[in-house]
Nanobody
Framework: QVQLVESGGGLVQAGGSLRLSCAAS????????MGWYRQAPGEQRELVAV???????NYADSVKGRFTISRDNAKNTVYLQANGLKPEDTAVYYC??????????????WGQGIQVTVSS
């Protein structure tokens, strides 16, 4: 069983910054990728950023130039540095990990979600 523990959310004013962290723990054979999704009220969940084990990254157009994703493979931890926050960034942010099991089965895990609120 794998658990994802998120931290770093909260309330900030427009233009401020937050650093989100997500640490994976449990029986992990290999993590293919870790990333962040977000879901605002009445909206579908969308990809924010993802990073592969090799360091490749992908960002939503709405956060390019403002958000930076990074990872520490040794610690099974992914970070999201969110700068220049806007009210439209307000959402519940979910950590996601795609993990390859010892049985060669890929499974997806989700964190519980943390609230990010940006006031104007």
């Amino acid at each position: 069983q794998v658990q994802l523990v998120e931290s770093g959310g909260g309330l900030v004013q427009a233009g401020g910054s937050l650093r989100l962290s997500c640490a994976a723990s449990g029986r992990i054979f290999n993590i293919n990728a870790m990333g962040w999704y977000r879901q605002a009220p009445g909206e579908q969940r969308e990809l924010v950023a993802v990073i592969t084990r090799g360091g490749g990254t992908n960002y939503a157009d709405s956060v390019k130039g403002r958000f930076t994703i990074s990872r520490d493979n040794a610690k099974n931890t992914v970070y999201l540095q969110a700068n220049g926050l806007k009210p439209e960034d307000t959402a519940v942010y979910y950590c996601n990990a795609e993990i390859l099991g010892s049985d060669l089965v890929i499974r997806r895990y989700w964190g519980q979600g943390i609230q990010v609120t940006v006031s104007s």
